[in-house]
């Protein structure tokens, strides 16, 4: 089984995506390829930023109750 890129691996892959589209020197069809590789990279990477707002804020929140209650 095939693992997962970590949120860097991916975001290296996005910037290499992007370079690649820009140059406007693929054909259309490994264009729309690497187009979508780009848009599920980048997905997975929001859902990880988002996952890790989520903790930070719980953590947050569990820090400042426990300064409340001292």
Request: aromatic letters at 4%.
């Amino acid at each position: 089984m095939k693992k997962k890129p970590d949120y860097e691996q991916s975001m290296l892959r996005l910037e290499e995506i992007v370079e690649l589209l820009e140059s406007g020197e693929l054909p259309l069809e490994e264009s729309m390829k690497l187009f979508e590789e780009g848009t599920k990279l980048s997905a997975e990477c929001y859902e990880t930023l988002k996952k890790a707002e989520q903790k930070i804020t719980l953590l947050a929140d569990i820090e400042k109750k426990e300064d409340d209650e001292q």
